[in-house]
């Protein structure tokens, strides 16, 4: 079985701090994908980024950055320079490439990030 | 490039009712998935449409049930719904061809079971 776990229930940072969102993951499948979605309060779940298992590297995009540790099984995602408009609830998302998807995920029970101006 | 559209964005139906959900997916689109969110928690996966057939499926009951048109929308139907079962539900289109691409998902329906 698949479980996602987000210990951070809740997060306030204050306008252009840094934050770190934690995601840990557990799976018996050697290859899988794992996703940072964003949901604002219209309810749509916006793609943020996605990270096949076997390709560690991190990488930044803009103002997104991840770390992804298969050692650990952890997938932390972190926004620099926070904005009010980042303000929604994060999940992290595991899916298994060898069921065809990225299409079947298990989520986590989500972040819910406020920035405050 | 219109996305993916969900109707109705809100229902209330009586315990016991049953409801239909209707999915558009995206332009191009031709697999379409339902997740169901309960408050406060995250998705969690009912089944996967594709060529109009059931092709995955998540822990839900028999009560739950979908198909999927030829156009590729897709409908949702609840039987003898439950208040348990209120909850955004969500629907999600992808392109079977590129198995690695992400899901794009609606805004939702949210159903209210009184």
């Known amino acids: 079985a698949q479980k996602v776990t987000q210990a951070q229930t809740e997060i306030s940072v204050v306008e252009k701090e840094d934050v770190t969102l934690d995601c840990v993951y557990e799976?018996?499948?050697?290859?899988?994908?794992l996703f940072w979605y964003k949901q604002p309060p219209s309810g749509e779940l916006v793609f943020l980024i996605r990270?096949?298992?076997?390709?560690?590297q991190n990488e930044i995009s803009g103002r997104y950055s991840w770390n992804f540790q298969k050692s650990t099984s952890s997938f932390n995602f972190t926004i620099t320079a926070s904005q009010v408009v980042d303000s929604a609830v994060y999940f992290c998302a595991l899916g298994n490439i060898s069921s065809g998807s990225a299409r079947q995920l298990t989520f986590g029970s989500g972040t819910q990030l406020t920035v405050l101006p | 490039d219109a996305g993916v559209t969900q109707s109705p964005t809100h229902l209330i139906k009586t315990r016991g009712q049953q409801v239909t959900l209707r999915c558009s997916p995206k332009s191009g689109h031709d697999t379409v998935s339902w997740y169901q969110q309960a408050l406060g928690q995250g998705p969690q996966f009912i089944f996967q449409?594709?060529?109009?057939?059931?092709?995955q499926r998540g822990n839900f009951p028999d009560r739950f049930s979908g198909h999927q048109y030829p156009n590729y929308s897709s409908e949702l139907n609840v039987n003898a719904l439950l208040l348990g079962d209120s909850a955004l539900y969500l629907c999600?289109?992808?392109?079977?061809?590129?198995?690695?691409?992400?899901?794009?998902f609606g805004q939702g329906t949210r159903l209210t079971v009184v």
């Open positions: 999600a289109s992808s392109l079977a061809l590129y198995r690695d691409a992400e899901a794009f």
């Open positions: 990270r096949n298992s076997f390709d560690e």
């Open positions: 449409y594709y060529e109009e057939e059931e092709r």
């Open positions: 799976t018996r499948d050697t290859t899988y994908y």
